[in-house]
């Protein structure tokens, strides 16, 4: 397939092409087009057409049946999907073909149905006098979209992550330009392809290439003509975004980075905390923001808990590269600081053997640490790759103490089988998303995002349609 831009309804490959790498070999992968402001400028003004004509007169009811017709466009195309996905990602086919593809399609279904039957939202209530005034009066407010929304996205979840924006964004009646991460554009290409197949009319959604800063990206957040700004990536990013951002005072919804916990209490089923562990911490070789890198275990059991932690991940096979050269390198730089600061390397550690293509990719081995102290800089610091320090703890108020202990706040999960700690502990947990005795396990109409560095708002069900809109109050004096 070819990478394409989607302006105005149409597909173009102006703009330098840049090189994609497949991370599974090293290989080269073809290549992706470098989109100059130019082209970023004609998205963001076919964007504002679209508002102004046939899609900005779209109902709720019209919209619910294209996103609709997209998740089946996505559907029919399935293997393509999984495919690219996989190329671009080197992931395990079976991740993308169970988690990544199927939700790829279920964003757009969960927006479909939460629009679908109901009237543009519209709250009434009724003032029987204010202070200081006369009379009552009728207030109601109505939602309006935002406008032409920014929509960039990361390398790790490429079509997920974009749909997940994309889909809620759409819904509320905005025209999107989006752009994908340069290591992962093909699905986000195969996407634009669907949504023209579907007969979005032209300018609502609209597609980018390119890099980050300096380049696509920042032409885009940094764009005038862009009314608000949904981006997932890294925190340094999100910082740079903001600072782009600041000019136009565009409005963000940002879903950032994470250093995130898991609190084993000594009550826990011990094989369903492992078993989570092994999931929660290697799952896509660590390259998902909700990985657990941090894993703090109540001390009377902490000495089996690591044991099965560490020979579970010294028998995992099948596992997936880093996404680049670039990264592979910045996960092996922080195996080696973690050996300087004193840690103990219970598994992996270091780059597997395979004996065959693969060694010319950039795959890490899946790793467990001890005995580093709370302020080394593995303890802290996102590493993104597949590793998790393993520390004791004493006291359910040192295990919150110690989850609280760090600059994010994206996701925690919490062992146990005593149902009152449960609901103590989580509340207390500075994080927006916190799992008791599971991982990952997802409902699209809930809140998800971070606190701290890890995010600004929420998404999924309400919550995005309430970042992607506007309410206007209407004050009628009776
Ligand atoms: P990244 O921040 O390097 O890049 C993300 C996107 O931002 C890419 O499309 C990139 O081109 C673009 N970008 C980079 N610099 C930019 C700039 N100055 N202006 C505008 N756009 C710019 O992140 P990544 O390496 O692709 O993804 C990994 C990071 O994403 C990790 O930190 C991870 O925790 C985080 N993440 C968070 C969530 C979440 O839901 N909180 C989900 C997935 C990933």
Redesign the pocket.
């Known amino acids: 397939m070819r990478v394409r831009h989607y302006v105005g309804g149409e597909f173009r490959t102006d703009g330098a092409p840049f090189p994609l790498v497949d991370p599974v070999t090293g290989g080269e992968a073809g290549t992706a087009p470098e989109a100059p402001q130019a082209v970023v400028d004609e998205a963001v003004r076919s964007a504002r057409a679209a508002l102004s004509g046939e899609w900005g007169a779209t109902s709720p009811e019209e919209r619910s049946a294209a996103l609709r017709r997209i998740a089946d466009g996505i559907d029919a195309r399935f293997e393509e999907f999984v495919d690219a996905e996989v190329r671009d990602t080197g992931k395990p086919r079976e991740l993308a073909a169970t988690v990544d593809i199927p939700r790829a399609a279920g964003n757009f279904r969960a927006y479909a149905d939460l629009l679908y039957g109901r009237p543009e939202r519209a709250y009434t209530t009724t003032v029987p006098g204010w202070s200081g005034g006369t009379g009552q009066a009728l207030n109601y407010s109505v939602r309006r979209p935002l406008g032409v929304v920014a929509v960039?996205?990361?390398?790790?979840?490429p079509l997920l992550?974009l749909t997940w924006k994309v889909a809620p964004a759409l819904a509320a009646g905005n025209a999107v330009v989006a752009?994908?991460?340069?290591e992962t554009p093909s699905t986000a290409t195969l996407l634009a392809e669907v949504i023209h197949d579907a007969g979005l009319p032209a300018g609502a959604f609209n597609l980018v290439h390119g890099?980050?800063?300096d380049a696509a990206?920042?032409f885009l957040?940094g764009h005038p003509g862009v009314d608000a700004i949904a981006?997932?990536?890294?925190?340094a990013?999100g910082a740079?975004?903001m600072r782009?951002a600041a000019d136009h005072v565009t409005p963000v919804s940002f879903?950032?980075?994470?250093k995130n916990p898991a609190l084993v209490f000594a009550d826990a089923d011990l094989d369903a905390a492992v078993d989570g562990t092994v999931r929660s911490s290697f799952t896509h070789s660590g390259q998902?923001?909700l990985c657990t890198e941090r894993v703090y275990v109540e001390r009377p059991v902490f000495d089996a808990f690591v044991e099965r932690l560490g020979e579970r991940a010294r028998k995992l096979d099948g596992y997936g590269p880093m996404i680049s050269a670039e990264h592979r390198d910045k996960v092996l730089s922080y195996y080696r600081l973690a050996v300087e600061e004193g840690a103990t390397v219970v598994a992996g550690g270091g780059v597997p053997v395979f004996g065959d293509g693969r060694d010319q990719g950039f795959h890490v081995e899946p790793t467990v640490l001890t005995g580093l102290p709370e302020q080394a800089r593995t303890v802290r610091e996102?590493i993104?790759g597949p590793v998790c320090h393993v520390a004791p703890f004493d006291t359910e108020e040192e295990a919150v103490r110690l989850a609280n202990d760090s600059e994010y706040g994206?996701a925690a999960t919490v062992w146990t089988r005593d149902l009152s700690r449960a609901h103590r502990v989580a509340p207390r947990i500075e994080s927006g998303i916190v799992w008791v005795n599971c991982w990952n396990l997802r409902d699209l109409r809930t809140p998800f995002g971070?606190v701290k560095a890890?995010?600004i708002g929420r998404e999924g069900g309400e919550y995005s349609l309430d970042f992607f809109s506007e309410p206007v109050n209407v004050c009628i004096q009776i």
């Open positions: 960039i996205s990361p390398w790790n979840l992550l752009k994908p991460s340069e890099h980050g800063a990206g920042a957040t981006f997932t990536g890294e925190s990013t740079a975004i782009n879903e950032l980075g994470g998902i923001c996102e993104f994206l971070g890890s995010g």
